[in-house]
C-alpha cells in the first residue's frame, strides 16, 4: 500500500470537525517524508487543513458552510504527550466561563501542566502556560479544575458569589466517593485557603465525609478572605472563611 493511500484510510475514519497529529497516522522512519509530501497534497486539495505545525483537522460541512473544530478539539493536542497521554489542562477564565462561573471569555486561554510550559500562538487560537499543582492525567484533570475554580474564586470576573456556589456544590455533589477522597488528596497540595474553602462545601455537602485530613493541613489561628461568609455557605464560619 502506498504511503498516500495508508494516510488516506486513517484521515476516513477520523471524525469531521477532530484534530489529529503525525502520531496518529503511525508513520515509520522511512515513510516520514513521504508522509508528509502527502500530507501536503491533502492540504492542498482542502481534504485536511493545518492547526499549526503537525496539528491538522478534517473540515466539517454544514449548511452554513465549514467550520473551524471546537476550542477543546483544537487544544487537544497541545494537552498530550508524544505517547498520547495527558499532561495538561484547560484552566482560569475559559475553564470557568464553561463552568458557568463566569460570561467572560478571554482572548487568551491558559494551560496547566506540571512539567511542561505549553503556550500557542497561531492564527487559531492563543493561550499561554501556568503550573499545575499536581501532575495531570485523564482521571484527575477535571478534578484538578474544579480546585482550580476554588483557587481562583476571588479573582474570576463577574462572578455572582450564590450562583457560583450553587453550580461547585453541584458538581462536586456529582463526585463518587472514590473521587471525593481523591479531591481530598489533591487539595493537600493546594493553598490553604483553598483546603478551606473545599472544606466547608464538603461538610455543606455531606456531614458525614471524613474531613481530618484537610483540617490537619490547616492554622486554627488563620483566617481566608474569600468573600464568602455564613450567610452565603452557613458552614464557611467554622474552616475561617470570611
Do not use: C, H
Not at 498516500?4 to 470537525?17: A, L, N, W
Not at 477543546?72 to 495527558?86: A, D, F, S, T
Not at 474531613?211 to 458552614?235: H, V, W
Amino acid at each position: 500500500m502506498k504511503i498516500s493511500e495508508k494516510i488516506e484510510k486513517i484521515i476516513d475514519e477520523i471524525k469531521p470537525g477532530s484534530t489529529f497529529t503525525y502520531q496518529q497516522l503511525s508513520l515509520n522512519k522511512d515513510e516520514y517524508v513521504a508522509g508528509t509530501k502527502a500530507i501536503e497534497r491533502f492540504i492542498k486539495k482542502g481534504i485536511i487543513k493545518r492547526v499549526s505545525t503537525g496539528i491538522f483537522y478534517i473540515p466539517k460541512k454544514s449548511v452554513f458552510g465549514e467550520l473551524k473544530p471546537r476550542e477543546e478539539e483544537l487544544i487537544k493536542p497541545y494537552l498530550l504527550n508524544r505517547k498520547g497521554k495527558r499532561i495538561a489542562y484547560i484552566t482560569g477564565t475559559s475553564l470557568y466561563n464553561k463552568m458557568g462561573l463566569t460570561t467572560q471569555i478571554p482572548r487568551i486561554i491558559k494551560i496547566a501542566s506540571r512539567d511542561k510550559r505549553i503556550y500557542i500562538s497561531n492564527e487559531n487560537i492563543k493561550a499561554t502556560a501556568i503550573k499545575s499543582y499536581v501532575d495531570v492525567t485523564d482521571q484527575n484533570y477535571y478534578l484538578l479544575q474544579v480546585l482550580d475554580a476554588l483557587k481562583d474564586f476571588k479573582k474570576i470576573p463577574n462572578l455572582n458569589i450564590q450562583s457560583a456556589l450553587v453550580i461547585l456544590i453541584n458538581i462536586i455533589s456529582r463526585l463518587s466517593k472514590e473521587e471525593i477522597n481523591k479531591l481530598i488528596k489533591y487539595v493537600i497540595s493546594y493553598p490553604p485557603r483553598v483546603i478551606a474553602f473545599l472544606g466547608a462545601l464538603l461538610e455543606k455537602i455531606d456531614a458525614s465525609i471524613n474531613l481530618n485530613l484537610l483540617r490537619e493541613n490547616l492554622n486554627p489561628l488563620s483566617n481566608y478572605k474569600i468573600g464568602i461568609d455564613n450567610k452565603i455557605l452557613s458552614t464557611a464560619e467554622k474552616w475561617s472563611l470570611k
